[in-house]
């Protein structure tokens, strides 16, 4: 007869104060339009099947089956599938917790891809029954399964977990961002922002500068310009009902700023991207 026997080394583990907040299964069925969004919290991806690319705003990432993506709070970012290799995708939203690798103290997306996905699509598998049936001690058991893939996420990529305090955007700076990015062809200044937070207008603009990387009307501008691209290329759009459109004061000054960002001018970024 053979036998194996081991025993279990007792640790003190910290506690992980992480929570979670929804399962999702989903497939790109060609009637998903991928737009940028973000969260409040940190997002959890999972690549079931199909090949595609992950985008930030200023980052593209190619994604396959088995590959795991973890977005901090507050970053925009979509997905888009290959033609003929719809995603198809686990994400779960956790509350309470970022990641950060071991030797960078800023929060960032984190690419993971396990050799044994199985064990990870497994994982996701369960979470996402318990939550789809909510049977007695469902809860208790997606936590427990949050920790243990949190804890193989750890084991393979030497991240750690960091209290999601760190890297949240305040309610008054997720306010002007949210106004922003709806109300951007309107004429928004400071007092604008000031007056819908009742901040100080120094201490907002810093504070909306510390979570962006970037001052509130600069942000305005960034989402402007690429309303106007988007314009620029989908449209026929004059190049002046496009500035009026996307809230510049001018055509000239709409001109000035796009060759400052992109380093050509409207017409020619439209002639580049209406080539056949």
Not at 84 to 97: A, S, W
Not at 216 to 230: F, S
Not at 231 to 254: A, E, H, K, M, W
């Amino acid at each position: 007869m053979g036998h194996r026997h081991y025993s279990i080394k007792m640790q003190d583990i910290p506690r992980m104060n992480s929570r979670l907040l929804s399962v999702s299964l989903s497939k790109d069925e060609k009637d998903w339009q991928s737009v940028f969004h973000t969260h409040h919290f940190t997002e959890i991806f999972f690549v079931l099947n199909g090949k595609g690319n992950f985008l930030f705003r200023n980052d593209i990432h190619p994604i396959k089956t088995g590959d795991l993506i973890i977005i901090p709070p507050y970053l925009e970012h979509t997905e888009q599938s290959i033609p003929g290799m719809p995603l198809e995708y686990y994400v779960i939203g956790i509350d309470g917790i970022a990641f950060q690798t071991e030797n960078n103290a800023a929060s960032a997306q984190i690419f993971c891809n396990f050799d044994n996905r199985m064990l990870i699509a497994d994982l996701f598998a369960q979470m996402y029954y318990e939550v789809k049936t909510e049977r007695e001690g469902s809860d208790l058991i997606c936590q427990h399964l949050l920790e243990i893939l949190i804890l193989r996420i750890m084991r393979s990529r030497h991240i750690i977990p960091v209290p999601i305090t760190s890297v949240r955007m305040t309610k008054e700076c997720a306010q002007i961002k949210e106004y922003l990015d709806t109300n951007y062809a309107e004429h928004i200044t400071l007092e604008t922002l000031t007056s819908l937070t009742h901040m100080n207008k120094y201490y907002m603009a810093h504070s909306f500068t510390k979570f962006t990387g970037m001052s509130p009307i600069q942000y305005l501008n960034r989402r402007r310009l690429e309303t106007a691209c988007q314009l620029l290329r989908d449209t026929d759009y004059s190049v002046s009902d496009i500035s009026s459109q996307t809230g510049f004061s001018s055509q000239s000054y709409f001109t000035q700023i796009f060759r400052k960002f992109y380093g050509i001018t409207p017409i020619k970024y439209r002639q580049i991207h209406t080539k056949k």
